[in-house]
């Protein structure tokens, strides 16, 4: 199976929050990152969380991570239609040299 | 903008020809880093450079090709491309080992036919 597993879409109604969810497989991750990758960009770093922290909270969003059963999730409040996005999430571990591994990303749907 | 420059944007060529990428990474970041993202394969990572000399290797062909310079910017050379390399091509630079993770670029979006 993959390192990093998310599903690979979400549709949501403008104003609802949005939850993507991600599992991976390393128990030695370190970092777990969200990147955001809008239509014709690149990838944008959302947020990242060490995996000694079970929250983390910057603005509307979101991080929960739970490292007994591998499972980090994105929670985006008041979703608006410019949150849709391709989100993915990574990890990364000093074992692989801190290079992030990266899921094939959750395509978020934003309607109206 | 994000600091990390690609170039080109897109690149048309035909099998079995060779082309070469460039980026150019973020003022001060001495990691470059090449990713392939195609439909079914999802971002992969092929190869980091750390301040000219190769740091560490994915799943890169052997077709494949980089290099760092002095300048730190780097090229990606692919060569005797096949159907299957069509994918789009990132660029990533950072700080080594920072927890801030990565400066993508834009990507150069390359088409065999």
Redesign the interface.
Known sequence: GEDVEQSLFLSVREGDSSVINCTYTDSSST?L?W?KQEP??????LT?I?SNMDMKQDQRLTVLLNKKDKHLSLRIADTQTGDSAIY?C?ESHSGG?????????TSLIVHP | DSGVTQTPKHLITATGQRVTLRCSPRSGDLSVYWYQQSLDQGLQFLIQYYNGEERAKGNILERFSAQQFPDLHSELNLSSLELGDSALYFCASSVERGPDGYTFGSGTRLTVV
């Open positions: 970092y990152y990147y014709g960009a690149g990838l944008q770093l990242y060490f993915f990574a040299s801190y290079i992030p591994t990266f899921g094939r990303g």
